[in-house]
C-alpha cells in the first residue's frame, strides 16, 4: 500500500481506502481551496469528537477534546497545558498500573461508517465544485 492508504478490518467486513494522498493532491492541483479540505477535515474530527466519552473526574479534560484543523487528514486532540494527563488517561501508564481509557479510539470505531461517509460525501462534493467529476 501506498503512503495515505489504509485498510480498516473489523470481524469479517475489511475495507481498503487507496488514493487518498492522490485525490487530494489533484484537488489541490486543479484548486481547490485548502479552506474547503480544512472545513472538511475539521468537519470529520467533529464526528468523533461528539462521540467521544471522556471519563469525569473534575470535568477539565472533557472541555480539551477538540478536531484540529489539518488539510490532508482529521485530527482529534486532547489535553494541554492545563491537562498534561490527558494522554496518561488515553494511554495508560503500566509503570504505575494506570489502566487505559482509550475513549478517542473508541469513539472513532463508533463513527467510522459515519466518518467513512462523511469523507467520501465531502471529497465528491469538492470534486463537483472544482469540475473534476
Known amino acids: 500500500m501506498a503512503a495515505g492508504d489504509f485498510e480498516i478490518a473489523q470481524g469479517d467486513v475489511r475495507l481498503k481506502v487507496e488514493g487518498l494522498s492522490r485525490t487530494i493532491r489533484a484537488l489541490s492541483k486543479a484548486g481547490a481551496d485548502a479552506q474547503d479540505m480544512k472545513d472538511l477535515m475539521h468537519s470529520i474530527g467533529n464526528l468523533v469528537v461528539r462521540a467521544a466519552k471522556v471519563p469525569v473526574l473534575t470535568g477539565r ?37 494506570i489502566e487505559p481509557n482509550e475513549f478517542l479510539i473508541e469513539a472513532l470505531n463508533r463513527e467510522r461508517s459515519d466518518v467513512l461517509q462523511a469523507l467520501d460525501a465531502g471529497l465528491e462534493e469538492l470534486l463537483r465544485k472544482n469540475k473534476l467529476i
Open 61 to 97: 479534560l472533557s472541555g480539551t477534546v477538540r478536531a484540529g484543523r489539518g488539510k490532508t487528514k482529521a485530527v482529534v486532540r486532547a489535553g494541554g497545558a492545563r491537562t498534561p494527563y490527558a494522554g496518561v488517561v488515553h494511554y495508560g501508564w503500566p509503570a504505575r498500573n
